[in-house]
């Protein structure tokens, strides 16, 4: 304590300029964009590991159901029974369960219109006034008739929006099992009018095309992250659903044509003699499409209106949902595609008014699409996948999707019309793989199914065609998005009903950062490798971010924390530019500057001997003489020291740089990303030279790199493919772009 005393004693002024030191809030800042994530991720533990695998401890609950269903076509209402056998493999005990009841967004109680802002439109169609103000809501809520337990005694329910509460007479234990049924109906919607993921197309001489989804109580999900996955459905975020078996039984009228998830039973029983044999045919053709049911024939049904039933029996198994469509217009064509270690099948249903563009390419690009994705994770799993042609849909369920475009009524279509069309294909058949197998909540993370799914989209479509003009996946499509207004903006990981330009955020923003991950930051061969890791530890399961951002760590050895911190958790965008390029030349002699800073350095530091200094252009000491390209000759010390190091056979092999050229890079963007530079030579080749992200992790806003060089460089020019989504590229170019204006 005496010599802390003296010290006080001895140094107040030391002790007094600390005290009054504080920190300058002008002061430039450099924060750390290379920090680990652990204020981010959620802590891993049994259930996940910090390897991003499911961890010892993981589990997933199931969900079984056996359902009779039976469409009333002419009052397009929906009934159904189904009987629900849930398994806890948690190992805490249930009070009760959650299930969902989607169709209840539909309903007149609905809440979901209410949330959104509603203006005065100053014009309106007679048609678009009348159902706005003078007519009454479509009502397309489930209608639930009971709730009862195995030996049909009624459970007790409650109903709160989307979700139902299901009392149980006993905690539901770790592997026990429970079993009910429920008996509902629900009137089903037009949704080119009342909107809408599913319902019916209306054709002018009555007939109508049915997709039919969330058409059942699903059970929600419960697991190890949140407990019951209990969120509203109020329009945006999609569907948590547990896996399990089903078996359905759907009557219809005897003329319609069905396809639906799972595997047909009875398909002797509702396929004519030669629709068999064609489908027959169908299994054994790899090369093009088979047609099972003609356009003839599905003509001479749309004009039947057969008042008999028929009933199609479909059993699925380890699928997380149901999905269906059924019409007497539908035109049936299908394939086998052969994959590394299985057969499935290709199908595509349609009505004539998409022919002939469905006819020629849906079910190829199905084909295509099962082909690329599993490539790139696993061997698709199920027994088919199905293409729906449901004008304004796109939506996606295990097997089965609906996919907009047609031709006009003559026919023709555009190339626009033709690339839109399969787009959507391949982007909703794709689905299957995530989320329909690689099973991510959609309700809370859009991005991790729409996002996942779109990068895998862009690079089917450009396996199918390297010039197919995708709108999702090139880094410079996402700037304008990015480059936009902060105020409209919000980072990646944002919940669905929170993001205001859906497409660009959860779709357009993921799919580019992973493209960029692929292409620029880690290579193919790393990403594709950890990519497909990721996939298969995931199928079949329920992932979440953490896991997905551990596994494509873990998997590739590269640490990607800046990477996700920047691109997911933030709204910041990428400029990086050319600050000033100096050119430098050898000299003996040194310049006045080298001078003085020599005579600064600590004598540890310093360089005994002879040395090659660098003169830059426009310095003091630069003389016009020195303006020449390099030789090792006419520098002394240098020459000397080559001549007593190397042999002439080591002498042949040295560089022989002849320019030097210093170039300052800075970085007016927000994240960090790595630097790729072209160099263009006087005699017009170039060369390319990629340096990592982590040459920022010092200097946040400037970077130096000194290129040497054996022929001039008349031109550099940073991310000269716009590989990065830099946001400007004014300031790219050494010498600096002219840009015209509009009037030159």
């Given at each position: 304590?005496?010599?802390?005393?003296?010290?006080?004693?001895?140094?107040?002024?030391?002790?007094?300029?600390?005290?009054?030191?504080?920190?300058?809030?002008?002061?430039?800042?450099?924060?750390?964009?290379?920090?680990?994530?652990?204020?981010?991720?959620?802590?891993?533990?049994?259930?996940?590991?910090?390897?991003?695998?499911?961890?010892?401890?993981?589990?997933?609950?199931?969900?079984?159901?056996?359902?009779?269903?039976?469409?009333?076509?002419?009052?397009?209402?929906?009934?159904?029974?189904?009987?629900?056998?849930?398994?806890?493999?948690?190992?805490?005990?249930?009070?009760?369960?959650?299930?969902?009841?989607?169709?209840?967004?539909?309903?007149?109680?609905?809440?979901?219109?209410?949330?959104?802002?509603?203006?005065?439109?100053?014009?309106?169609?007679?048609?678009?006034?009348?159902?706005?103000?003078?007519?009454?809501?479509?009502?397309?809520?489930?209608?639930?008739?009971?709730?009862?337990?195995?030996?049909?005694?009624?459970?007790?329910?409650?109903?709160?929006?989307?979700?139902?509460?299901?009392?149980?007479?006993?905690?539901?234990?770790?592997?026990?099992?429970?079993?009910?049924?429920?008996?509902?109906?629900?009137?089903?919607?037009?949704?080119?009018?009342?909107?809408?993921?599913?319902?019916?197309?209306?054709?002018?001489?009555?007939?109508?095309?049915?997709?039919?989804?969330?058409?059942?109580?699903?059970?929600?999900?419960?697991?190890?992250?949140?407990?019951?996955?209990?969120?509203?459905?109020?329009?945006?975020?999609?569907?948590?659903?547990?896996?399990?078996?089903?078996?359905?039984?759907?009557?219809?009228?005897?003329?319609?044509?069905?396809?639906?998830?799972?595997?047909?039973?009875?398909?002797?029983?509702?396929?004519?003699?030669?629709?068999?044999?064609r489908y027959a045919l169908a299994e054994k053709t790899f090369d093009k499409p088979v047609v099972v049911v003609t356009q003839a024939e599905a003509e001479?049904?749309?004009?039947?209106?057969?008042?008999?039933?028929?009933?199609?029996?479909?059993?699925?198994?380890?699928?997380?949902?149901?999905?269906?469509?059924?019409?007497?217009?539908?035109?049936?064509?299908?394939?086998?595609?052969?994959?590394?270690?299985?057969?499935?099948?290709?199908?595509?249903?349609?009505?004539?008014?998409?022919?002939?563009?469905?006819?020629?390419?849906?079910?190829?690009?199905?084909?295509?699409?099962?082909?690329?994705?599993?490539?790139?994770?696993?061997?698709?799993?199920?027994?088919?996948?199905?293409?729906?042609?449901?004008?304004?849909?796109?939506?996606?369920?295990?097997?089965?999707?609906?996919?907009?475009?047609?031709?006009?009524?003559?026919?023709?279509?555009?190339?626009?019309?033709?690339?839109?069309?399969?787009?959507?294909?391949?982007?909703?058949?794709?689905?299957?793989?995530?989320?329909?197998?690689?099973?991510?909540?959609?309700?809370?993370?859009?991005?991790?199914?729409?996002?996942?799914?779109?990068?895998?989209?862009?690079?089917?479509?450009?396996?199918?065609?390297?010039?197919?003009?995708?709108?999702?996946?090139?880094?410079?499509?996402?700037?304008?998005?990015?480059?936009?207004?902060?105020?409209?903006?919000?980072?990646?990981?944002?919940?669905?009903?929170?993001?205001?330009?859906?497409?660009?955020?959860?779709?357009?923003?993921?799919?580019?950062?992973?493209?960029?991950?692929?292409?620029?930051?880690?290579?193919?061969?790393?990403?594709?490798?950890?990519?497909?890791?990721?996939?298969?530890?995931?199928?079949?399961?329920?992932?979440?971010?953490?896991?997905?951002?551990?596994?494509?760590?873990?998997?590739?050895?590269?640490?990607?924390?800046?990477?996700?911190?920047?691109?997911?958790?933030?709204?910041?965008?990428?400029?990086?530019?050319?600050?000033?390029?100096?050119?430098?030349?050898?000299?003996?002699?040194?310049?006045?500057?080298?001078?003085?800073?020599?005579?600064?350095?600590?004598?540890?530091?310093?360089?005994?001997?002879?040395?090659?200094?660098?003169?830059?252009?426009?310095?003091?000491?630069?003389?016009?003489?020195?303006?020449?390209?390099?030789?090792?000759?006419?520098?002394?010390?240098?020459?000397?020291?080559?001549?007593?190091?190397?042999?002439?056979?080591?002498?042949?092999?040295?560089?022989?740089?002849?320019?030097?050229?210093?170039?300052?890079?800075?970085?007016?963007g927000e994240l960090v990303m790595p630097i790729i530079v072209e160099l263009t030579f006087e005699d017009g080749t170039t060369e390319m030279h990629h340096?990592?992200?982590?040459?920022?992790?010092?200097?946040?806003?400037?970077?130096?790199?000194?290129?040497?060089?054996?022929?001039?460089?008349?031109?550099?020019?940073?991310?000269?493919?716009?590989?990065?989504?830099?946001?400007?590229?004014?300031?790219?170019?050494?010498?600096?772009?002219?840009?015209?204006?509009?009037?030159?």
């Amino acid at each position: 304590m005496k010599q802390l005393l003296s010290f006080f004693i001895l140094f107040p002024s030391l002790i007094f300029s600390q005290e009054l030191a504080k920190p300058d809030p002008k002061a430039e800042k450099n924060p750390d964009k290379f920090k680990q994530m652990y204020d981010l991720l959620a802590t891993p533990n049994m259930y996940r590991t910090a390897s991003g695998a499911p961890g010892p401890e993981y589990y997933q609950q199931k969900a079984d159901y056996k359902i009779d269903l039976e469409l009333d076509d002419k009052n397009a209402k929906l009934y159904g029974q189904e009987t629900v056998t849930y398994t806890n493999n948690a190992k805490e005990p249930l009070d009760y369960l959650w299930m969902q009841l989607d169709q209840n967004q539909q309903s007149r109680k609905s809440l979901s219109p209410l949330i959104e802002s509603n203006v005065t439109d100053p014009a309106s169609s007679p048609r678009g006034f009348s159902r706005k103000y003078l007519e009454e809501d479509f009502d397309g809520g489930f209608n639930i008739e009971y709730v009862k337990d195995a030996t049909g005694k009624p459970m007790k329910y409650t109903i709160n929006q989307t979700m139902m509460r299901i009392e149980l007479p006993a905690n539901l234990k770790h592997n026990e099992k429970i079993t009910f049924s429920i008996k509902w109906w629900y009137n089903i919607n037009n949704y080119r009018l009342d909107g809408g993921r599913s319902g019916y197309e209306q054709f002018p001489d009555g007939n109508r095309l049915y997709v039919i989804a969330q058409f059942y109580p699903r059970m929600a999900v419960y697991n190890d992250v949140e407990g019951w996955q209990n969120q509203q459905f109020w329009g945006s975020g999609e569907f948590a659903l547990p896996f399990g078996d089903f078996e359905v039984n759907i009557t219809v009228p005897a003329d319609h044509v069905m396809e639906a998830t799972g595997d047909l039973l009875n398909r002797s029983e509702v396929f004519t003699k030669a629709q068999l044999e064609r489908y027959a045919l169908a299994e054994k053709t790899f090369d093009k499409p088979v047609v099972v049911v003609t356009q003839a024939e599905a003509e001479a049904a749309e004009k039947g209106f057969s008042d008999k039933k028929k009933t199609w029996k479909f059993k699925a198994i380890n699928v997380r949902d149901f999905g269906i469509s059924t019409s007497r217009k539908f035109i049936y064509d299908a394939m086998a595609v052969k994959l590394e270690s299985r057969n499935t099948m290709a199908i595509s249903l349609y009505p004539k008014e998409g022919n002939p563009l469905w006819g020629e390419y849906s079910t190829r690009i199905v084909a295509h699409t099962l082909k690329s994705y599993s490539s790139h994770t696993f061997d698709y799993p199920y027994p088919k996948a199905i293409s729906i042609n449901a004008e304004d849909q796109g939506m996606e369920y295990p097997m089965i999707c609906w996919n907009w475009g047609r031709p006009d009524a003559d026919g023709k279509y555009s190339d626009r019309v033709k690339h839109g069309m399969m787009s959507v294909i391949v982007h909703e058949v794709g689905h299957n793989y995530f989320p329909m197998i690689v099973n991510s909540d959609e309700r809370q993370w859009t991005w991790m199914d729409e996002g996942l799914n779109s990068f895998m989209e862009y690079m089917a479509l450009m396996e199918w065609d390297p010039k197919f003009p995708a709108d999702r996946g090139p880094a410079k499509n996402i700037v304008p998005y990015m480059s936009g207004d902060q105020r409209g903006l919000e980072p990646i990981m944002s919940n669905s009903e929170s993001i205001r330009q859906f497409g660009n955020n959860a779709y357009g923003k993921p799919a580019a950062a992973l493209n960029i991950l692929r292409e620029t930051v880690m290579g193919r061969e790393l990403f594709d490798y950890a990519f497909k890791v990721y996939a298969n530890r995931w199928k079949f399961k329920h992932p979440t971010p953490e896991d997905f951002f551990r596994t494509m760590e873990d998997a590739s050895a590269f640490d990607l924390d800046w990477y996700w911190r920047g691109w997911f958790y933030t709204t910041d965008y990428n400029d990086i530019g050319i600050k000033e390029v100096k050119k430098y030349f050898v000299s003996n002699e040194p310049s006045k500057e080298t001078e003085n800073f020599l005579k600064t350095r600590r004598r540890r530091n310093r360089i005994e001997g002879p040395m090659v200094y660098m003169i830059a252009d426009g310095s003091e000491s630069f003389k016009q003489e020195m303006n020449k390209p390099f030789e090792i000759k006419d520098c002394k010390a240098l020459d000397e020291y080559v001549q007593a190091t190397f042999s002439k056979e080591e002498q042949a092999k040295l560089k022989s740089p002849k320019y030097f050229y210093q170039v300052t890079f800075d970085k007016p963007g927000e994240l960090v990303m790595p630097i790729i530079v072209e160099l263009t030579f006087e005699d017009g080749t170039t060369e390319m030279h990629h340096f990592p992200a982590q040459i920022w992790r010092m200097n946040d806003k400037t970077a130096n790199r000194t290129f040497a060089t054996d022929k001039a460089v008349t031109k550099i020019v940073v991310d000269p493919k716009e590989e990065t989504a830099d946001v400007d590229t004014t300031n790219n170019t050494w010498p600096k772009a002219e840009v015209k204006s509009k009037f030159d």
